[in-house]
Every structure is written in structure tokens, then in C-alpha cells.
């Protein structure tokens, strides 16, 4: 938690623009260093307060809004930043959650994702302690890798500007086993950075763009099959009389 919120603080805190929201996880304050002046904390149906029968009564405490992650209320191009902290492997869909996070960004807009690893020592532990069922926290032992991920956002025509992982220790009840092992980290980070146990994605959406041109000026173009083409003559001597050779 520490590391992905000075990460979260280092990359958001130059980002500009006028609406950004959180999704999940209150924990994480993601936006505390940005300064947009519209900044949402959504809940969805995987947050313990935002169940279905509590939204019914009202917006829980520590959210502005809840909502589905697979629909979400805002129109297209009408979001300038989106911070996915765990939420893609906590969705019950997590295709629909990026299509919808692809739909609501402006062209130039940000994305900001963590997730557990599943090519580390924590991703291996917690599907051989949890399996497919998900615990307290939501999680599923369906956790999406990193280069995984990665194909879904090129697909989605994103660019992905920064990569990051941390966590190479082994997760152990200890924290001060855990200490202990913190070569571990300076380690991995050197030699295996991609056995991370935590992931961290920024990607910008880019849109494709293109000049119009009217029937008028498309007209005015001279068609080079018109022009005249030059070809080389090579029958530049016919025609041409030749005095008769002296015989004598």
C-alpha cells in the first residue's frame, strides 16, 4: 500500500484536466496529489459497503457514487484520468470494465492500473492458499498477468507509458521475517523485475487522426496520368541518308 501510494502520488500529480475519479479501494488515495478539480471515489459490486441491497438505501460512507463496473454512467470522451487500483481482477468482467474505461476517456486521456502478479511468489501463494474462491477482499485466483494486460490495452489502442513492479519477498504472516528478506527486493528489481509481485500500468489512449479534404481542392489536383511522359527514342537514325562508300 505504501509503494502504490507514492507511486500513485510521483505519476497523477502532473496530470491535468478536469475529471478523475478512483475506482475501489478507499484504502489507496490515489488522488490526494492531483489537482483536478473534479475528483470521484466510486464503489462498485465487488466492495463489501456497495452491495446491492446497501446502494438501495443510499451511497455508502467513503464513496461519492456507486455503480456496476461493467456499465458505467458517464458519456463517452468525458473523463480525463481513471485510477484502477486492483479492480480489473476483482471485476466480474474484466474485459467490459477496460472496453468501458476505453469508452469514458477523452483522446489523450490516462489510465492508471495495479495488480497482483501472477508470475510472482505472492500471485502462487494466494491461488495455492485461496483457489477460485474469493476471499474477504474480493480476490480471485483468476488474477491477470502483466503482459496479459498489456495486450488488452494495445488492442483497446492504448500506449502504455510506464511499467513498474515491486515485491519479491515471499508473503509471510512476519513482518519481521519479512524485513529480513528485503535483499530479496534490491534483487529482483536488478535481475528478475518482471516476478514482481505487485504491477503498476500508466497508459494513455490515443485516437487515430486524419485530414479531410473537400470535392473542390481534391479536384484541383492534376492527375499524373495526364501529364505527358517522355520516352526515350532509340530510332534517331532512321531517316538519316548516308553518302555512298568509294568503291574505286
Known amino acids: 500500500m505504501a509503494w502504490e501510494q507514492a507511486q500513485a502520488d510521483a505519476l497523477l500529480a502532473d496530470v491535468f ?31 463489501p459497503p456497495c452491495a446491492a441491497d446497501v446502494c438501495a438505501s443510499g451511497t455508502p460512507p467513503g464513496f461519492d457514487v456507486c455503480f456496476d463496473s ?17 479492480t480489473l481482477e476483482r471485476s466480474a468482467d474484466p474485459h467490459a470494465c477496460l472496453r468501458e474505461v476505453e469508452r469514458v476517456l477523452i483522446p489523450e486521456g490516462q489510465v492508471l492500473i495495479t495488480g497482483l502478479n501472477p508470475m510472482s511468489f505472492w500471485g502462487w501463494q494466494y491461488k495455492r492458499a485461496h483457489g477460485k474462491t474469493p476471499d474477504a477482499t474480493g480476490f480471485e485466483s483468476g488474477l491477470i498477468g502483466y503482459r496479459r494486460l498489456r495486450d488488452w490495452l494495445r488492442l483497446l489502442g492504448f500506449e502504455v507509458q510506464v511499467s513498474r513492479f515491486a515485491g519479491w519477498t515471499p508473503a509471510l504472516a512476519s513482518e519481521r521475517w519479512m524485513r529480513k528478506l528485503d535483499a530479496l527486493d534490491a534483487l529482483g528489481q536488478r535481475w528478475w523485475p518482471i516476478l514482481g509481485g505487485v504491477y503498476l ?19 484541383a489536383v492534376r492527375s499524373p ?22 568503291l574505286s
Do not use: C
Not at 488522488?31 to 459490486?45: A, D, I, K
Not at 461493467?70 to 486492483?86: E, I, N, Q, Y
Not at 496520368?225 to 568509294?246: C, E, M, W
Open 225 to 246: 496520368a495526364a501529364a505527358a511522359v517522355p520516352l526515350a527514342r532509340s530510332d534517331s537514325h532512321i531517316g538519316r541518308q548516308t553518302a555512298p562508300k568509294d
Open 201 to 219: 500500468i500508466l497508459a494513455t489512449k490515443r485516437v487515430p487522426g486524419g485530414r479531410l479534404l473537400d470535392g473542390r481542392r481534391w479536384r
Open 70 to 86: 461493467r456499465a458505467w454512467p458517464w458519456g463517452a470522451d468525458s473523463l480525463d484520468l481513471v485510477v484502477l487500483p486492483h
Open 17 to 47: 484536466g478536469y475529471h478523475a475519479l478512483q475506482m475501489g479501494w478507499p484504502a489507496l488515495h490515489s488522488l490526494h496529489s492531483n489537482r483536478m478539480p473534479h475528483r470521484w471515489m466510486v464503489g462498485t459490486e465487488f466492495e
